[in-house]
Structures are given as C-alpha cells and as structure tokens.
C-alpha cells in the first residue's frame, strides 16, 4: 500500500503475527496491523472496481473544505459568536474524516487472505480506534445521562459537516460508529459513501452500502430515492433519537411500515410537540403496539423532558418530518451555542 501524506509503502505480510481480524461485513473484511508504531485498520475490499476514485472524490472534498475554512485556533474561552459555529463543524470533519478516510491505499492477493472467487482485492489503510460500538458503549446508560448527550451532541457535529459537504453515508446505524475510552465518536464506512456534486444535487457516486432499513424505517421520501441526501437526515434523526433515549422513535406502533407512518403523520398534532405525538384525531386501534404502554411512555418522556429545551427540538424534529415526510427534518438547529451552553 502507499501512504498519501509522503507516498511511503506499507508492505503488510498476511501470514504476520501483527496482523490479526478484528470484523467481517458486507463490504469487506477488516484487519488490526500494530507493528508498534501507528496501529492501522486495514479493510479488503473484493471487486470493488470504484473504491480508490470514491477516495478520491471524498479525500478532495474533505480539502476543499479545509481550503476554504482554516481551522479555530482562539482558546474556547475566548470564542464567540459565529466561531462557536465553526468549531462544532471541526469537531464534525473530525470525527467524520479521523477513522473515515483511509490514510493509505493499494492491493492484496485474494488467495493468500483466503478469499476465493474474487477476482481483485482493494486495501484501505485507516487509523486505528480502539473503541465500541455505539450502541454497544450505551447499553449500561440511562436514558438521556450526560454521556448519552454527549455523544449526541458529536453526532449532530458530524451528520451537520456530512450534509454541508453533500455525502451521503446511506448505513448510518449504531455499530458504523465507535467511542473510544475518551467517549469521542467517530464515523466508520465512510469509503463506500455516497457524492453529491458541490454545486447541485446530482449524485457523483452512489453510495456502495444497501443500508439496514430493518433497523430503523426509512422516511416516506427515502423509501423511493434511494440515494436521496434526505435519507441520511432522516435515519440519523433517528440514530439521535435512539442515542439519547434508548429505544427507537416508533417502538410505540404495531409495524412501522410506510402507511403506518403517514397515518401518524395525519393525526399528530404539530402544536403539542411531544413523544409519543398528542392527535388531533383518535389513531386507529390497529396502530399500536399492544406490548407498549403510551401512558407510561408520555409520562417518562414528559418527566425528563418537561422544560428542557434541547430535548423538545428532539420532538419538533419527528413532528416536522411526520407532517411533512418529504421535506428534510430540521435537526440541525442543535447548532444555537445557547443550547450547547445550558445541556
């Protein structure tokens, strides 16, 4: 492999004892090489004809940003105004790009990494991360705790800077991100993402990921265009969601198929922003989980939420995206440094 930063090689033995299987998933495999001085996670990716002109593209993209936006070197004390905005998008490239972007990349014999039928094998060299999965790293939390909106308000910082610079991750779930012992977030997969053009939304590449729609349901809008950039607001509204309070937005009904959606969508009423939403009009029976108490929910909910602000914005996001499904949720308003100095 050749490093981008000095075009020095990495030559990597698959026999090494420094070199060890650390996951497997749909897009490839993935080693842990420590030789001693920067651990690398190595990624081989079989028949993947685009990989290295994807890199390309995000590696450019990434650039141009930082072109354009030199980095805040004021001491936060000293931080005001639209600064506190641009040092939560830098916190956002960070975490988007540190373990997302490959540092190094090149080929590897299929047979001698026991891949057979495969006819070409990419390898991406990534930084290291030693950390859990995010949903693996909040399983002992308690809904909402200090750490739970800590990691959401990282979230917010990256799926922000990944939506200014129009990429589309199209597989944002829990286990795509880690936390380290430092409780930083950072964004895995991020070589199969998908481009948009800088200056329209014309897709440059498609992302490579079919995503897990069985996790979490896909926005009316999402459900048929795939590679719509509106996909990854939405499924990360939900990642927030799910983050901060440990169960999924729409575990209150039955199925959370398309039509039982936009039936909610009719009935909730936007004025009384709450979870489970308030109706304007009685839902249909049919509707809800009978497993799952709605007295019981609203009355949690209404407890930790009661005159908190940075949570109803949580609430007014899945009222916005239920009233109007086709529209993009407005969560990114996490970005009032108000809000980020009361929570």
């Known amino acids: 492999m050749t490093r981008y930063s000095d075009n020095e090689r990495i030559t990597i033995d698959p026999k090494s004892s420094q070199l060890r299987t650390i996951g497997h998933g749909g897009q490839g495999r993935v080693y842990l090489f420590d ?5 690398l996670a190595i990624k081989l ?16 993209t990434v650039e141009r940003y930082n072109a354009l936006h030199p980095p805040i070197t004021t001491p936060k004390e000293h931080v005001t105004g639209r600064q506190w ?29 026991g891949f057979s039928g495969v006819k070409s094998l990419s390898a991406l060299a990534f930084r290291y991360v030693d950390g859990s999965p995010l949903d693996i790293a909040l399983e002992e939390e308690p809904p909402l705790s200090v750490r739970r909106r800590q990691l959401s308000l990282q ?19 829990p286990d795509n991100f880690l936390v380290d012992a430092h409780n930083q977030l950072f964004l895995i997969d991020l070589e199969g993402a998908g481009i948009f053009h800088p200056d329209s939304d014309a897709p440059l590449f498609h992302p490579s990921a079919a995503g897990k729609q069985q996790l979490f349901p896909l926005a009316p809008e999402a459900m048929t265009t795939a590679q719509s950039l509106s996909q990854d607001v939405w ?10 309070c440990n169960f999924k937005p729409f575990d209150f009904l039955r199925q959370t198929s398309i039509r039982a959606i936009e039936e909610i969508a009719l009935l909730a009423n936007p004025d009384k922003p709450t979870w489970p939403p308030t109706f304007a009009s009685a839902p249909s029976p049919r509707l809800f989980n009978p497993n799952f108490s709605l007295d019981k929910m609203r009355e949690f909910m209404q407890y930790y939420f009661a005159g908190t602000r940075f949570e109803q914005l949580l609430f007014r996001t899945f009222i916005v995206g239920l009233r109007a499904p086709r529209s993009r949720p407005a969560i990114w308003i996490y970005k009032d440094p108000i809000v980020r100095a009361t929570n």
């Open 45 to 60: 990716i079989p028949n993947e004809r685009n990989t290295f002109r994807r890199v390309k593209a995000l590696r450019d």
């Open 35 to 39: 030789d001693g001085t920067q651990p």
């Open 155 to 173: 979230l917010v910082d990256i799926l922000s800077m990944m939506q200014i610079l129009k990429i589309t991750h199209n597989d944002l779930y």
């Open 235 to 244: 499924i990360g509204a939900y990642l927030l969601f799910y983050t901060l």
């Open 85 to 113: 905005l641009a040092l939560y998008r830098q916190a956002g490239l960070r975490g988007m790009s540190y373990r997302g972007l490959p540092i190094a990349q090149g080929f590897a014999t299929p047979d001698a990494f």
